[in-house]
């Protein structure tokens, strides 16, 4: 089993940055793929960016540019720092981690960027 904590949501002013942290805990295997999804009122979820055990990224358009996603193989942590933040921006973002052909999810943490 995984488990999956996120953290570092907040309120933020538009053009601001937040960093996000995702913690994985349990049996881990060394080849997986983790990453993050946001999900806003009304919307479907939707990925944002990804990262392979091996370093290997893939971004949501429409965040090229302005995040990036990064990874600590040896503490089982994922990363998305966030910078020039947007109002279209705020959403709940959910760590996930898929490895063996199962997924695993966090909780979400909460993103509001507003003046």
């Known amino acids: 089993q995984v488990q999956l904590v996120e953290s570092g949501g907040g309120l933020v002013q538009p053009g601001g940055s937040l960093r996000l942290s995702c913690a994985a805990s349990g049996s881990i295997f060394r080849f997986n793929v983790m990453g993050w999804y946001r999900q806003a009122p009304g919307k479907q979820r939707e990925l944002v960016a990804t990262?392979?055990?091996?370093?290997?990224?893939n971004y949501a358009d429409s965040v090229k540019g302005r995040f990036a996603v990064s990874r600590d193989n040896a503490n089982h942590m994922v990363y998305l720092q966030m910078n020039s933040l947007k109002p279209e921006d705020t959403a709940v973002y959910y760590c996930r981690l898929v490895q063996e052909g199962r997924e695993y999810w966090g909780q979400g943490t909460q993103v509001t960027v507003s003046s």
């Open positions: 990262i392979t055990s091996e370093g290997y990224t």
